[in-house]
Structure formats: C-alpha cells, structure tokens
C-alpha cells in the first residue's frame, strides 16, 4: 500500500515549455487534489476532484489545467511554464468530507 | 471556513510535552479543527482532528476549548523528530477544502 505517489520527484523546465506532473492513489479515495507550496508558506490549493470525470477550480487554478484520468489518477498540466509556477507540488486524497492524504511532492524549477 | 491564528515558532526540550495553541475565535458549530505536520519539505501528515470532545491518538492530543475559539495540540513527550511545522486547520462539514495557513514552526532540542 504506497498511498499516494507522485512523479517526476524533480524536474527543471525553461520559460515556454510544458509538462504534465502525475499523481495516483491506491486507498481507492473518490478525492483528489493538487497544491503548490511556495517558500515560506503554507499550500494552497490549485484544482480538485470530488469523483472521477469532475474538476473543479481552487485558489490559484491560473496556468494550470487537470485531468482526472480514473479514480486512481490526477495529473496536472502546466501548458506554457512561468518562472512564477517554480514551487513544491502536493497531490493529496480523502474519501469526502474525510482526512487528507499527501504525497511526497514534485519541486519545480522554472528558469 | 474560519481563519486561525498560530504562533509563528515555538521550542521544546526533548523528552517534555510540547503545547501548540492555535486561535479560531471564527469558527462555526459545524467545523472541524485539524492538525496536520510538515517535516522538512515533505508532504504534510496528519495527526489528528476534533469537533467539540478533546481527542486523544498514538502521535498526540487535542484540546478544544469548551466555547471552541482555540485549541491546543499536545505532543506528550516531544523527540527530535517531532521538529515540523504544525499547521491548525479549520475545515467545514460540507467541505473537502483545506485552508492552510503558515503554521509554528516547533523545534526540538536535545
């Protein structure tokens, strides 16, 4: 049972470029999330998914957009990458309305 | 969802209870307290959660208040690598959301 896994661990990109980073979950949560973490501060969170085929907006969804693939996966997409989006990524899962569960997290480097 | 307010950093000799107070003077009948952790970067854990009845698990326990404005999470007998940022959280019935703040920072000394 890993929980909650997430990839790439590190990743450096260039202004312009993009990437998908990945998050699956194995607690069969119908919850999915993503936050960023900026140095400093406490997570904020991006987009979430309360089931499978729903996406819904957190506090900072701009230059990002989200999948959820399944129930197990929700990956997130950062189209054209800005040296703003350079932080720590969090993907967490719950059941509703139940605790939250958090992978180890991606850091991204924007140059 | 109500807004808490934590001190920014605390210290605890090893082996003592280690008392974190969080403040959510706001908070509704229906909403949770929530604590989780942070260690060095990783991704936050969580300790334990409380409406109105203190709480009591294997990492910690938690008092709230008997007109639920603040709480306070006990570490019973803090180690080394209890040293995290502690992050109080008040989170609706009705909610998946979690609103964090940037938490106390507790560092344990030997």
Redesign the interface.
């Known amino acids: 049972n890993a929980g909650?896994t997430q990839t790439p661990k590190f990743q450096v990109l260039k202004t312009g470029q993009s990437m998908t980073l990945q998050c699956a979950q194995d607690m069969n949560h119908n919850?999915m999330?993503w936050?960023r973490q900026d140095p400093?501060?406490?997570?904020?969170?991006i987009y979430?998914s309360?089931s499978e085929g729903t996406t819904d907006k957190?506090e900072v969804p701009n230059g990002y957009n989200v999948s959820r693939l399944n129930k197990r996966e929700f990956s997130l997409r950062l189209e054209s990458a800005a040296p703003s989006q350079t932080s720590?990524y969090?993907c967490?899962s719950?059941e509703?309305?139940r605790?939250?569960?958090?992978?180890?997290?991606t850091r991204l480097l924007v140059l | 969802d109500a807004k808490t307010t934590q001190p920014p950093s605390m210290d605890c000799a090893e082996g003592r209870a280690a008392n974190l107070p969080c403040n959510h003077s706001t908070i509704s009948g229906n909403e949770y307290v929530y604590w989780y952790r942070q260690i060095h970067s990783q991704g936050p854990q969580y300790i334990i959660h409380g409406l109105k009845n203190n709480e009591t698990n294997e990492m910690a326990s938690l008092i709230i208040t008997e007109d639920r404005k603040s709480s306070t999470l006990i570490l019973p007998h803090a180690t080394l690598r209890d040293t995290a940022v502690y992050y109080c959280i008040v989170r609706g019935e009705n909610t998946d959301k979690l609103i964090f703040g940037t938490g106390t920072r507790l560092q344990v000394f030997p």
Not at chain 1, 99 to 105: A, E, I, L, R
Request: glycine residues 24%.
């Open positions: 909650v919850s999330y936050y400093g501060m406490g997570l904020r969170l979430y309360a957190g720590v969090f967490a719950s509703a309305g605790t939250q569960y958090f992978g180890p997290g």
